[in-house]
């Protein structure tokens, strides 16, 4: 029995995987703030697997984790997960005399393309894009995660595709985030809700200019790293999950328009077929969690089992 933890600024999901990959387990918990309330949430999510789910906690054989920010390649140090008030922490080091296992961690975003890729039995090659907060990406190829040199591949949304456009918390203009992702989009339409994304949606189609020009924005934002994935990477299929997803067919279809029109006027990106090769992870899928408890089978190459 593998257990795997998406580990979220405001929640950790935690799922039970069988030998044959199968979820026979899952649970959700508030995570906390800064290193040792993290290390703790890790520790009370594998005993409420086994307190709420009924896993037996002697089959538990590893624990991946799948957590924000940067995780130093070959060890289990994260560094600047801000939004967990961590700057650095060795995870394993913190909980494995607590979990009697072997604990594994990797960037949320690189487990969730991994989780996403067998979720959705992709073939060949796939990049996963990441709609929360921020935009990310990661990458997965013949089953296996694929990092680049430096660990940093799929990590689009920093690149501007507007140097006019709104200002990004990175310095510059125009990114890809600043444009798409659902903190900066909350941020300027200032409004209070519980979802501003959907508040945004919900008040274009009701004609509001504020509302409509953010939409666009995230269409824009969203179809330049469909455009960016596939133009570097050449993906069989860009998968789009995270927080936004709850958007559903209003979010695809408006990539999906701002893709065609993008290609009205050139033959080459005509012939990439780009809208048809997104497609929208289903909403609430345990992808994070799943990937990293594949992670945290393995010791060297993430590979599908």
């Known amino acids: ?18 030998a044959g990959g199968a979820v026979v387990g899952r649970v959700r918990l508030a995570t906390g703030w800064g290193p040792e309330a993290v290390t703790r949430t890790v520790i009370e999510a594998v005993g409420a697997l086994s307190r709420d789910a009924g896993i037996d906690r002697a ?26 008030g ?51 990406a990661g990458f997965v190829r013949a089953g296996e995660i694929w990092r680049g040199a ?19 918390r990175c310095g510059q203009r125009g990114c890809i985030e600043a444009l798409a992702g659902g903190g900066a989009i909350a ?22 200019p504020v509302a409509a020009a953010l939409r666009a924005g995230l269409a824009r934002g969203v179809a330049s790293a469909v455009r960016v994935l596939v133009l570097t990477a050449d993906v069989d299929v860009v998968l789009i999950g995270g927080g936004l997803t709850a958007l559903g067919d209003r979010l695809v279809g408006d990539v999906a328009a701002e893709l065609s029109a993008s290609a009205s006027a050139s033959p080459f990106l005509r012939s990439l077929h780009l809208e048809e090769r997104v497609e929208l992870l289903p909403p609430g899928s345990p992808a994070a969690a799943l990937g990293a408890a594949l992670v945290g089978a393995t010791r060297d190459e993430v590979s599908v089992p």
């Open 59 to 84: 089959r538990i054989t590893s624990v991946g984790i799948g957590i924000p920010g940067q995780v130093e390649p070959g060890t289990s140090r994260v560094m600047h997960a801000v939004n967990l």
């Open 150 to 168: 430096r660990g940093t591949a799929g990590e689009v949304g920093h690149i501007s595709v507007d140097p006019n456009g709104p200002l990004c």
């Open 187 to 208: 941020a300027r339409w200032a409004r209070p809700g519980a979802l501003p994304v959907r508040d945004v949606f919900d008040a274009s189609d009701a004609g509001d």
């Open 1 to 18: 029995m593998r257990v795997g933890l998406d580990v979220g600024g405001t929640k950790t999901d935690a799922v039970a995987v069988d």
């Open 86 to 136: 961590v700057e650095e922490l060795d995870l394993a080091a913190a909980t494995a005399t607590a979990l009697g296992v072997p604990v594994r961690v990797e960037n949320d975003v690189k487990a969730a393309a991994l989780g996403a890729f067998v979720l959705h039995d992709v073939s060949g090659s796939m990049a996963y894009l990441n709609l929360g907060t921020g935009v990310a």
